[in-house]
């Protein structure tokens, strides 16, 4: 029987974690490899697809040939879409006819299998085994939902580039789904191909380069609050000496954020180049090797540093592991990653983490005590040792309370939060703080 290998990608720097996988013969021999193209922008139509990025030629060689999901379910958007159960066995025949299947064995490797498209893939093929492999720094936590133990199942591991060496990821462990690295020669190489690949750029080199990640479009963060994040990332390169900065923008942030740092430069003497063109970022460590890297938790932070030894700093986290929610929002953990390992755009550099997987470990905990209760232990021994101002940050007072751990509530106030006649008069007492304020 001929055996199919289908890769779902939803981005440039999923594919190259792919090839990379295959270069490092990750997957087992087919007889055929079929990349699968999802577009998932809120407006596909406005967006490139990954497969009209720049690079990506040198990456098509991998695979046999290269099909649209957007295409394919048209005109759903493959972010919202997922078969009926009823639907399943229809769909399958009509993706076998479609894409040429006939009777051939299906593996499947997927990204993010907890969401849409990964998991309407996932169900479209219920007799193939599934690989996943990690969206970045999100794979070190817990599984966002609850799966369906017959998609769980099927998980035989979950392949993730080294971002943070030593620790392992937390996906999917549920399902005690063994983790595999991707050789980190094998990324930087695809990375490299990518590099020679593109046009020329009119970027300085050695500048420093500032990641934008547009948290508004999360509802993480307003759209003015950005803004005011990203100045302060030129402020912040500008005091420690940098004259020339590149600001790599989201591709969906509006325009005008750009106009606001090309002003705020200004005032400061610093030349400011903003990238147009939508290059992962670690083809610009390859391209114009800069001095710096600063973001808020954006995965090419731990690229640059792990991966090119590139120097970085993070700015934001304090606001974002405050503004998070609800506790469980998946990118807690990488905004914990990156505030623990990380020095501060400004400011020094707090001690490093105790024990950095029993702090992810006691977090993840916190976030899906449901899914994941076997790390209870490992929570409440973080918590009973390690508990300090600094590691506060990285939990909910009220969170804890809930699950009855370390640092919560004391047992003879847990009645306050729920008491009708406390939050009235505390309601009370803050209007007319505000009536005070406004006369």
Partial sequence: MRTTQIFLATTLYGVATLAAAIDSDCFGPADRRLLLVSNNAPIPETSPSLDEMPGFASLRGRFDGVLSWNETIAPMHPGGWAPRADDVPLWERQLRRAWDLGDDRIELAVESIQVNPAGAVAQLFPDAPLHVYADGLMSYGPTRNKLDPLVGSRVRRVLHLDL????????????????????????????????????DLDVPEGAALLLGQYLAALSILTEAEEERLHLSMVRGAAARGHRRIVFKPHPSAPPAWSESLRTEAEGLGVELTVLESPLLAEVLYERIRPALVVGCFSTALLTASAFYDIPVARTGTDLLLDRLTPYQNSNRVPVTLVDALLPPLEGEPPEPPHDLAALVAAVGYAMQSEIRP?????????????????TWRYFKRRRLTTLALPGAIPSQLAFIPRNATVRKLARRARAAARRARAA
């Fill in 374 to 390: 076997d790390l209870r232990p490992a929570a409440e021994r973080y918590l009973s040792r390690h508990l300090t101002p600094h």
């Fill in 164 to 199: 943070v060496p030593g620790l392992e990821p937390l996906l999917l462990g549920e399902f005690e789904v063994g983790a595999e690295v991707i050789p980190t020669a094998a990324f930087t190489k695809v990375v490299g191909e990518l590099s020679a690949e593109g046009a």
